[in-house]
C-alpha cells in the first residue's frame, strides 16, 4: 500500500457534520494499517495452527479473511478516488460499518466452526490471536464508534458462546475472559474515540478560526515555497484557489524592493528569531498592497517553517503617504507665504519660513534654528512678549494681532505687527508666531505727518499739482538734487530724469498711484551736476472731498549709503576679505557659468589649483600676519598675469584657483595655452616678495584640468585639478601638473590600499623582519625591527608604498604601536635563550607616532607587559621628527632615557641637519643614511659626509653605524675610519621570527 493519506474533507455547512466527515476521512486514513494487520495475523496463524486444525475449515477461514480485506481495500481506494460531497457520506459510513461488520464476522467464524477440533492450548492461543485483533481494531476504527463495537461484538460474542458451549472449566474461563475482553475493549474504543473526536473538534475550530480570520496566515517550508495559506492571505495575493499557489517560492508575490529584505527574515526565522517586517506584494492580477507580517519559527513533520499573521496595512500606508503629502504642501505653503512665520517652543526657534529669513535679513534658516527668540525682540518689548507667551501656553488661546519692534540679524530695528497662536509642532506644544513688516508703512505714515506739520526736514520734498509741474520744493530737495526752488518750481519731475528707467516704470508708477493713492519705491534720479545716484522716492495723492487728485507730495531720500551697504554685504558674501579675490562660492557660480557657455560654444576652458609650497612653514616661523602679507602679494601676481576675461579665486588658507576661459576648440591648443599661462603663474610666484623689509622666496605647485562638456560636474571639476596638484607636491613641487586617466587611477589605487591597510591592521596581517646589526669584526650587536606586509593578495607591499599612507591617514599610530608592542615581546624571548639576551633591537619612530600625547606611556606599558629590559630597546628618530617643539621632544626622551630605553638618530645628514639639537638631544647614536653609503666607493662627497658623521659622532660620544651596506667593499671603507656597526644586504638579509 503506497501514501494512505487522504485530501482534507470539503468543509460542511455546519460544525457537527464537519466533525463527523473528519472522523469519517481518519477512519478510512486508519484503514489500511487495519487490513495490513488483518492479512499478516491470519497468515502468522495459518503457519502456526496448520497441523491442529482441520486443513479444510483453515483453508476457508483464512480465504474468507483475505477476501474481506481485499474488498475493503477496494472500497478504500474507491474512497479515496471519489473524494465524496458532505451529502454522499453518510453512504460511505454505512459501507465502512458493513465492511466492519463482515470482517468481524470473518474472523469470528474460524473460532466458532473449528474450537470443537482444538485442544485447550490451541484455543487459548486462538482466543489470544483474535483479542490482538481486536485490540488493533479499537485503535484503528476508532474514528468510527459503531463500527468498532460492532466488530468487537461479532468477532468476540460467537468464540465466547462457543467456548462456555464446550461446558469445560478452561473453556468457560475462556469465554469469560472474552467477554471481560470484549467490555474493556468497548470501554477503551470509546474512550479513544472520544479523544479522536475532541481532538478534531479542536482541529476544525482551529481550521475555521483559521478560514475566517481577516488577516492572513501562511506557512513557508525551509526552502521558501508556500505550503499553506488561508483565504483572507489568498485575497491578499488575489489567487482563487490555494492550489493556484501553494508550493510556489513566496518571493514571487513580493515586490523585487523587498525581496533581499524577506529573504533575509525567511533565514533569520528558520534559525530561531521572531521577526516583523512591512514590504509590499504583488498580486496575481497586478495589485500592490502593502503588508505588515509578524513570522516566527514553528516545526513541522520534524522540519522547521515560517509561520506569518500577515495584516493589509495598504491603507494605512496609503494614508501617511496623504498626511505626508499634505504636510509638505502645507509646509510649502507656509513657507512662502509672504508674512514672516515662526514657531518656537520653550523660549527657541523650531522653525521660520523664508519670509522670515528675509524679514530678519539673515542669509538662511540655519541661523535661527536653536536661537532664542527674545533675540530678536527689541529690548523695550520683552516683558511685553513674555507675558504675550505666557497667555498663550497656559491658557492655549491666540493672542490679537499688536504692533511690536523686532530686530533684525544686523541690529537693526524694525516695526512689525505680530499675532501668536497655540499649535502643535512635531507632537509637542509650541506657539506659532507671524510677523507683517510695517516699517515702510510707518515710514510712510510718519512721511506724511512731517509732510503735514514740518515741511522742512531731512528728506527731499516737491510738491506737485494735478499736471504734475512741481509748486513747491523744500530744502533738502535742494540739498539732494542741487535745483533750488527757483529752477524747480514751474518744471515737471522729468528735471530729475536719469535715464535709466523706461515708460513702461513710469506708467507702473502712475498706476499704483491711481490704485493705492500712494506708490514708493527705488529709483535713479540725476542731480543737477548730472551725478546719477539711488534714491527712496515716495509719492502720495492728495484728494478733495469728491475724490479728485489735487496734488501729488512726493518725498525723496537718498539711499547711496545703503546702496554702498549693500555693495559691500556683497562683498562679503562673493569675495575675500583678505585679498579681495572671489571666494569659493563666486568661483563655483562663475564655473557653472563658464560651462554652460562651453556648452553653447564648444570652447574648453581651464581650472588651475594653486598651493604654496610650505606655506605652513612660514606661518610657524613668522607668524600669521606674515603668511597673510604673503597671501595679498600672490593674489596681486595672480590677478596680474591673467585676462580680464579669466577668474582667479581664493579658496582659503594658501590655496588659489585660476579658471581660463574662452581658450581653443582643440584640445592640444588649449593645453598649450593653459600650459604657457601655468607657467607663467610659476615664474611670477617664484619671484622673491618682500614681507616687512624681509626677503621671503615661495614656490607653488599647480594642477590643471581643462573643461568643455556641460556633463562634468563642478565638485568632478575642482577634484581633478586637486588631484592634479597634487601629483605636482609629488613630482617635488614648484612644477605644474595635468590631470589624467593614470592619475585617477593612482588617486582610486590609493584609496583601495586604505582600505586594505585598516582591514590589515584589524586582522593584524603585518610581519616583523629583523635585520642583524654587526661590528666591524662580524659579531651581531642587536637588530633592527622591519615593518613587512604580506598582502593576502597582492603579495609584499612595500614599506615605502603604505607607511607614507599610514602617516597621512593616521593609522601609523595603531601601527606603530602595534610594531612596538611585537618588538618588546621579542626582546623578552631573547632574554630567555643565553646567545640572544645582550642584543639590542631598534624601532623605527614615526614623527606622528612620537608627538601623540600619550607616547611615553605607550612605549612604558608595552615595556612592562611583555617584561622586556628597557636597556635593550632603542628608537629610532628621524630628523624630521625635530622640527617642531623641541622642548616637548627632549622631555619624552628624557623621561624615556631615564629608564634606560635608547635613541638613535636615523637618515642623519639627509633633513634639517644642526648641531644645536645634537648637543641638546640624550641620543646614544646617529646612523649613517644609505644614500651615502651607496656610492660611497665612488663620489667623494659621500665619502666625505660619512668620514664627517663618524668623527662628530666621536665628537659627541655617540656611536655610529651605516645602513644599508651592499658590498664587502663598503664594509671594509666603513670599518677603516672606525664604525662600530654596519646594516644591510651584504651583512645578513632580514628575516622573520628570530631569524639572526
Same mark, same amino acid.
Given at each position: 500500500?503506497?501514501?494512505?493519506?487522504?485530501?482534507?474533507?470539503?468543509?460542511?455547512?455546519?460544525?457537527?457534520?464537519?466533525?463527523?466527515?473528519?472522523?469519517?476521512?481518519?477512519?478510512?486514513?486508519?484503514?489500511?494499517?487495519?487490513?495490513?494487520?488483518?492479512?499478516?495475523?491470519?497468515?502468522?496463524?495459518?503457519?502456526?495452527?496448520?497441523?491442529?486444525?482441520?486443513?479444510?475449515?483453515?483453508?476457508?477461514?483464512?480465504?474468507?479473511?483475505?477476501?474481506?480485506?481485499?474488498?475493503?481495500?477496494?472500497?478504500?481506494?474507491?474512497?479515496? &478516488?471519489?473524494?465524496?460531497?458532505?451529502?454522499?457520506?453518510?453512504?460511505?459510513?454505512?459501507?465502512?460499518?458493513?465492511?466492519?461488520?463482515?470482517?468481524?464476522?470473518?474472523?469470528?467464524?474460524?473460532?466458532?466452526?473449528?474450537?470443537?477440533?482444538?485442544?485447550?492450548?490451541? @484455543?487459548?492461543?486462538?482466543?489470544?490471536?483474535?483479542?490482538?485483533?481486536?485490540?488493533?481494531?479499537?485503535?484503528?476504527?476508532?474514528?468510527?464508534?459503531?463500527? +468498532?463495537?460492532?466488530?468487537?461484538?461479532?468477532?468476540?460474542?460467537?468464540?465466547?458462546?462457543?467456548?462456555?458451549?464446550?461446558?469445560?472449566?478452561?473453556?468457560?474461563?475462556?469465554?469469560?475472559?472474552?467477554?471481560?475482553?470484549?467490555?474493556?475493549?468497548?470501554?477503551?474504543?470509546?474512550?479513544?474515540?472520544?479523544?479522536?473526536?475532541?481532538?478534531?473538534?479542536?482541529?476544525?475550530?482551529?481550521?475555521?478560526?483559521?478560514?475566517?480570520?481577516?488577516?492572513?496566515?501562511?506557512?513557508?517550508?525551509?526552502?521558501?515555497?508556500?505550503?499553506?495559506?488561508?483565504?483572507?492571505?489568498?485575497?491578499?495575493?488575489?489567487?482563487?484557489?490555494?492550489?493556484?499557489?501553494?508550493?510556489?517560492?513566496?518571493?514571487?508575490?513580493?515586490?523585487?524592493?523587498?525581496?533581499?529584505?524577506?529573504?533575509?527574515?525567511?533565514?533569520?526565522?528558520?534559525?530561531?528569531?521572531?521577526?516583523?517586517?512591512?514590504?509590499?506584494?504583488?498580486?496575481?492580477?497586478?495589485?500592490?498592497?502593502?503588508?505588515?507580517?509578524?513570522?516566527?519559527?514553528?516545526?513541522?513533520?520534524?522540519?522547521?517553517?515560517?509561520?506569518?499573521?500577515?495584516?493589509?496595512?495598504?491603507?494605512?500606508?496609503?494614508?501617511?503617504?496623504?498626511?505626508?503629502?499634505?504636510?509638505?504642501?502645507?509646509?510649502?505653503?507656509?513657507?512662502?507665504?509672504?508674512?514672516?512665520?515662526?514657531?518656537?517652543? =520653550?523660549?527657541?526657534?523650531?522653525?521660520?519660513?523664508?519670509?522670515?529669513?528675509?524679514?530678519?535679513?539673515?542669509?538662511?534658516?540655519?541661523?535661527?534654528?536653536? #536661537?532664542?527668540?527674545?533675540?530678536?525682540?527689541?529690548?523695550?518689548?520683552?516683558?511685553?512678549?513674555?507675558?504675550?507667551?505666557?497667555?498663550?501656553?497656559?491658557? $492655549?488661546?491666540?493672542?490679537? +494681532?499688536?504692533?511690536?519692534?523686532?530686530?533684525? #540679524?544686523?541690529?537693526?530695528?524694525?516695526?512689525?505687527?505680530?499675532?501668536?497662536?497655540?499649535?502643535?509642532?512635531?507632537?509637542?506644544?509650541?506657539?506659532?508666531?507671524?510677523?507683517?513688516?510695517?516699517?515702510?508703512?510707518?515710514?510712510?505714515?510718519?512721511?506724511?505727518?512731517?509732510?503735514?506739520?514740518?515741511?522742512? @526736514?531731512?528728506?527731499?520734498?516737491?510738491?506737485?499739482?494735478?499736471?504734475?509741474?512741481?509748486?513747491?520744493?523744500? &530744502?533738502?530737495?535742494?540739498?539732494? $538734487?542741487?535745483?533750488?526752488?527757483?529752477?524747480?518750481?514751474?518744471?515737471?519731475?522729468?528735471?530729475?530724469?536719469?535715464?535709466?528707467?523706461?515708460?513702461?516704470?513710469?506708467?507702473?508708477?502712475?498706476?499704483?498711484? #491711481?490704485?493705492?493713492? !500712494?506708490?514708493?519705491?527705488?529709483?535713479?534720479?540725476?542731480?543737477?551736476?548730472?551725478?546719477?545716484?539711488?534714491?527712496?522716492?515716495?509719492?502720495?495723492?492728495?484728494?478733495?472731498?469728491?475724490?479728485?487728485?489735487?496734488?501729488?507730495?512726493?518725498?525723496?531720500?537718498?539711499? $547711496?549709503?545703503?546702496?554702498?551697504?549693500?555693495?559691500?554685504?556683497?562683498?562679503?558674501?562673493?569675495?575675500?576679505?583678505?585679498?579681495?579675490?572671489?571666494?569659493?562660492?563666486?568661483?563655483?557660480?562663475?564655473?557653472?557659468?563658464?560651462?554652460?557657455?562651453?556648452?553653447?560654444?564648444?570652447?574648453?576652458?581651464?581650472?588651475?589649483?594653486?598651493?604654496?609650497?610650505?606655506?605652513?612653514?612660514?606661518?610657524?616661523?613668522?607668524?600669521?600676519?606674515?603668511?597673510?602679507?604673503?597671501?595679498?602679494?600672490?593674489?596681486?601676481?595672480?590677478?596680474?598675469?591673467?585676462?580680464?576675461?579669466?577668474?582667479?579665486?581664493?579658496?582659503?588658507?594658501?590655496?588659489?584657483?585660476?579658471?581660463?576661459?574662452?581658450?581653443?576648440?582643440?584640445?592640444?591648443?588649449?593645453?598649450?595655452?593653459?600650459?604657457?599661462?601655468?607657467?607663467?603663474?610659476?615664474?611670477?610666484?617664484?619671484?622673491?616678495?618682500?614681507?616687512?623689509?624681509?626677503?621671503?622666496?615661495?614656490?607653488? @605647485?599647480?594642477?590643471?584640468?581643462?573643461?568643455?562638456?556641460?556633463?562634468?560636474?563642478?565638485?568632478?571639476?575642482?577634484?581633478?585639478?586637486?588631484?592634479?596638484?597634487?601629483?605636482?607636491?609629488?613630482?617635488?613641487?614648484?612644477?605644474?601638473?595635468?590631470?589624467?586617466? =593614470?592619475?585617477?587611477?593612482?588617486?582610486? $589605487?590609493?584609496?583601495?590600499?586604505?582600505?586594505?591597510?585598516?582591514?590589515?591592521?584589524?586582522?593584524?596581517?603585518?610581519?616583523?623582519?629583523?635585520?642583524?646589526?654587526?661590528?666591524?669584526?662580524?659579531?651581531?650587536?642587536?637588530?633592527?625591527?622591519?615593518?613587512?606586509?604580506?598582502?593576502?593578495?597582492?603579495?609584499?607591499?612595500?614599506?615605502?608604498?603604505?607607511?607614507?599612507?599610514?602617516?597621512?591617514?593616521?593609522?601609523?599610530?595603531?601601527?606603530?604601536?602595534?610594531?612596538?608592542? !611585537?618588538?618588546?615581546?621579542?626582546?623578552?624571548?631573547?632574554?630567555?635563550?643565553?646567545?640572544?639576551?645582550?642584543?639590542?633591537?631598534?624601532?623605527?619612530?614615526?614623527?606622528?607616532?612620537?608627538?601623540?600625547?600619550?607616547?611615553?606611556? #605607550?612605549?612604558?606599558?608595552?615595556?612592562?607587559?611583555?617584561?622586556?629590559?628597557?636597556?635593550?630597546?632603542?628608537?629610532?628618530?628621524?630628523?624630521?621628527?625635530?622640527?617642531?617643539?623641541?622642548?616637548?621632544?627632549?622631555?619624552?626622551?628624557?623621561?624615556?632615557?631615564?629608564?634606560?630605553?635608547?635613541?638613535?638618530?636615523?637618515?642623519?645628514?639627509?633633513?634639517?641637519? @644642526?648641531?644645536?639639537?645634537?648637543?641638546?638631544?640624550?641620543? =646614544?647614536?646617529?646612523?649613517?643614511?644609505?644614500?651615502?653609503?651607496?656610492?660611497?666607493?665612488?663620489?667623494?662627497?659621500?665619502?666625505?659626509?660619512?668620514? +664627517?658623521?663618524?668623527?662628530?659622532?666621536?665628537?659627541?660620544?655617540?656611536?655610529?653605524?651605516?645602513?644599508?651596506?651592499?658590498?664587502?667593499?663598503?664594509?671594509?671603507?666603513?670599518?677603516?675610519?672606525?664604525?662600530?656597526?654596519?646594516?644591510?644586504?651584504?651583512?645578513?638579509?632580514?628575516?622573520?621570527?628570530?631569524?639572526?
Amino acid at each position: 500500500m503506497s501514501d494512505s493519506r487522504l485530501h482534507t474533507p470539503p468543509v460542511a455547512a455546519q460544525p457537527e457534520q464537519a466533525v463527523d466527515a473528519r472522523l469519517l476521512y481518519l477512519a478510512y486514513e486508519r484503514l489500511p494499517l487495519s487490513l495490513l494487520i488483518a492479512l499478516v495475523m491470519p497468515l502468522i496463524f495459518f503457519g502456526l495452527m496448520w497441523p491442529f486444525f482441520p486443513p479444510a475449515q483453515m483453508t476457508a477461514w483464512l480465504i474468507a479473511i483475505l477476501t474481506g480485506v481485499a474488498a475493503r481495500y477496494v472500497q478504500w481506494a474507491a474512497f479515496r &478516488q471519489a473524494a465524496p460531497a458532505p451529502d454522499a457520506l453518510a453512504r460511505w459510513r454505512k459501507l465502512y460499518l458493513i465492511g466492519t461488520a463482515v470482517a468481524g464476522a470473518a474472523w469470528s467464524v474460524g473460532p466458532t466452526l473449528m474450537i470443537q477440533e482444538a485442544a485447550r492450548i490451541e @484455543s487459548a492461543l486462538f482466543v489470544g490471536t483474535l483479542f490482538s485483533v481486536c485490540a488493533v481494531a479499537v485503535s484503528a476504527q476508532a474514528a468510527q464508534q459503531t463500527a +468498532m463495537q460492532t466488530f468487537l461484538v461479532i468477532a468476540l460474542v460467537p468464540p465466547a458462546v462457543a467456548f462456555w458451549r464446550t461446558g469445560g472449566d478452561v473453556e468457560r474461563t475462556l469465554a469469560l475472559l472474552l467477554v471481560a475482553g470484549l467490555l474493556s475493549l468497548i470501554i477503551v474504543g470509546r474512550r479513544s474515540h472520544q479523544a479522536t473526536r475532541a481532538l478534531i473538534e479542536t482541529e476544525s475550530r482551529m481550521h475555521t478560526i483559521i478560514e475566517t480570520e481577516p488577516e492572513c496566515i501562511m506557512i513557508v517550508d525551509a526552502q521558501g515555497c508556500l505550503i499553506q495559506m488561508n483565504p483572507a492571505g489568498l485575497a491578499m495575493i488575489e489567487a482563487d484557489s490555494l492550489e493556484q499557489v501553494v508550493g510556489q517560492p513566496i518571493l514571487d508575490f513580493i515586490a523585487p524592493d523587498y525581496r533581499a529584505g524577506f529573504a533575509d527574515l525567511h533565514q533569520r526565522v528558520l534559525a530561531g528569531e521572531s521577526l516583523q517586517m512591512e514590504y509590499e506584494v504583488l498580486g496575481l492580477k497586478g495589485t500592490r498592497r502593502w503588508l505588515d507580517t509578524h513570522a516566527v519559527p514553528m516545526q513541522d513533520h520534524g522540519q522547521t517553517v515560517l509561520l506569518a499573521v500577515t495584516r493589509d496595512i495598504t491603507e494605512r500606508k496609503q494614508a501617511q503617504t496623504a498626511l505626508r503629502t499634505s504636510e509638505e504642501r502645507y509646509r510649502t505653503l507656509v513657507d512662502w507665504m509672504p508674512n514672516a512665520i515662526t514657531v518656537h517652543r =520653550d523660549g527657541k526657534i523650531v522653525y521660520v519660513n523664508q519670509a522670515a529669513v528675509t524679514l530678519f535679513g539673515a542669509q538662511s534658516k540655519q541661523d535661527f534654528l536653536g #536661537q532664542p527668540f527674545l533675540d530678536r525682540v527689541h529690548p523695550d518689548f520683552h516683558q511685553f512678549t513674555l507675558a504675550r507667551m505666557r497667555m498663550v501656553t497656559e491658557h $492655549t488661546v491666540a493672542v490679537p +494681532m499688536l504692533e511690536a519692534k523686532y530686530l533684525k #540679524q544686523d541690529g537693526t530695528v524694525i516695526d512689525v505687527e505680530v499675532q501668536s497662536t497655540p499649535i502643535v509642532y512635531d507632537g509637542k506644544p509650541a506657539i506659532h508666531t507671524v510677523a507683517r513688516d510695517i516699517t515702510e508703512r510707518r515710514l510712510a505714515e510718519q512721511y506724511q505727518r512731517i509732510a503735514a506739520i514740518a515741511f522742512e @526736514s531731512q528728506e527731499g520734498i516737491f510738491i506737485t499739482d494735478a499736471a504734475k509741474v512741481i509748486v513747491r520744493v523744500n &530744502q533738502a530737495f535742494t540739498d539732494i $538734487t542741487g535745483y533750488t526752488a527757483v529752477e524747480a518750481v514751474g518744471q515737471t519731475p522729468s528735471l530729475l530724469n536719469s535715464g535709466r528707467h523706461d515708460a513702461a516704470f513710469f506708467a507702473a508708477m502712475m498706476e499704483g498711484i #491711481q490704485r493705492n493713492g !500712494t506708490w514708493q519705491g527705488e529709483i535713479w534720479n540725476r542731480r543737477k551736476n548730472g551725478e546719477v545716484h539711488p534714491e527712496w522716492l515716495m509719492i502720495s495723492a492728495v484728494k478733495d472731498d469728491d475724490g479728485e487728485i489735487t496734488n501729488y507730495v512726493a518725498t525723496l531720500t537718498d539711499i $547711496t549709503q545703503r546702496k554702498r551697504a549693500e555693495a559691500e554685504i556683497n562683498q562679503l558674501a562673493f569675495y575675500d576679505q583678505l585679498t579681495g579675490l572671489p571666494n569659493r562660492r563666486l568661483l563655483i557660480d562663475r564655473l557653472r557659468q563658464a560651462l554652460a557657455t562651453r556648452a553653447r560654444h564648444q570652447r574648453h576652458g581651464a581650472l588651475l589649483f594653486i598651493d604654496l609650497d610650505n606655506f605652513k612653514a612660514l606661518n610657524d616661523t613668522l607668524g600669521h600676519d606674515m603668511g597673510d602679507i604673503l597671501l595679498h602679494q600672490v593674489a596681486q601676481r595672480l590677478v596680474t598675469g591673467v585676462r580680464a576675461c579669466d577668474t582667479v579665486a581664493r579658496l582659503g588658507g594658501d590655496e588659489f584657483v585660476v579658471m581660463l576661459d574662452d581658450l581653443s576648440e582643440n584640445a592640444q591648443d588649449a593645453a598649450a595655452q593653459t600650459e604657457t599661462v601655468g607657467e607663467k603663474i610659476l615664474a611670477a610666484l617664484n619671484q622673491t616678495y618682500l614681507i616687512s623689509a624681509r626677503e621671503h622666496h615661495s614656490t607653488a @605647485s599647480i594642477g590643471i584640468t581643462l573643461f568643455r562638456e556641460h556633463t562634468e560636474s563642478v565638485d568632478e571639476l575642482m577634484k581633478r585639478a586637486d588631484t592634479a596638484m597634487y601629483q605636482a607636491k609629488a613630482a617635488g613641487r614648484n612644477t605644474l601638473r595635468f590631470f589624467d586617466h =593614470d592619475m585617477q587611477v593612482a588617486v582610486t $589605487t590609493r584609496a583601495a590600499l586604505e582600505v586594505d591597510l585598516r582591514r590589515a591592521i584589524k586582522e593584524q596581517q603585518f610581519l616583523i623582519y629583523y635585520q642583524a646589526q654587526l661590528d666591524s669584526r662580524g659579531r651581531v650587536l642587536g637588530a633592527e625591527a622591519l615593518l613587512r606586509w604580506p598582502h593576502p593578495e597582492r603579495g609584499l607591499v612595500s614599506p615605502a608604498e603604505f607607511i607614507p599612507l599610514a602617516e597621512d591617514t593616521g593609522l601609523i599610530l595603531p601601527l606603530g604601536q602595534w610594531v612596538l608592542k !611585537t618588538a618588546c615581546e621579542r626582546l623578552a624571548l631573547w632574554a630567555a635563550r643565553p646567545e640572544l639576551a645582550d642584543l639590542s633591537l631598534a624601532v623605527n619612530v614615526s614623527a606622528r607616532q612620537f608627538h601623540h600625547r600619550d607616547f611615553v606611556e #605607550q612605549v612604558l606599558a608595552a615595556l612592562a607587559r611583555s617584561g622586556a629590559n628597557p636597556q635593550r630597546l632603542k628608537l629610532e628618530l628621524t630628523e624630521s621628527l625635530l622640527v617642531h617643539d623641541m622642548d616637548d621632544i627632549i622631555v619624552k626622551m628624557t623621561v624615556l632615557k631615564e629608564k634606560g630605553v635608547g635613541f638613535s638618530l636615523d637618515d642623519f645628514g639627509t633633513g634639517y641637519s @644642526s648641531l644645536s639639537y645634537l648637543k641638546r638631544l640624550p641620543l =646614544d647614536q646617529l646612523k649613517i643614511d644609505q644614500s651615502f653609503v651607496r656610492d660611497i666607493l665612488t663620489d667623494p662627497d659621500d665619502a666625505a659626509i660619512a668620514r +664627517m658623521i663618524i668623527v662628530l659622532g666621536e665628537s659627541l660620544g655617540l656611536t655610529v653605524i651605516a645602513e644599508g651596506v651592499e658590498s664587502e667593499a663598503q664594509r671594509d671603507f666603513l670599518a677603516a675610519p672606525g664604525v662600530p656597526g654596519v646594516s644591510g644586504l651584504s651583512v645578513q638579509p632580514p628575516a622573520a621570527g628570530q631569524g639572526l
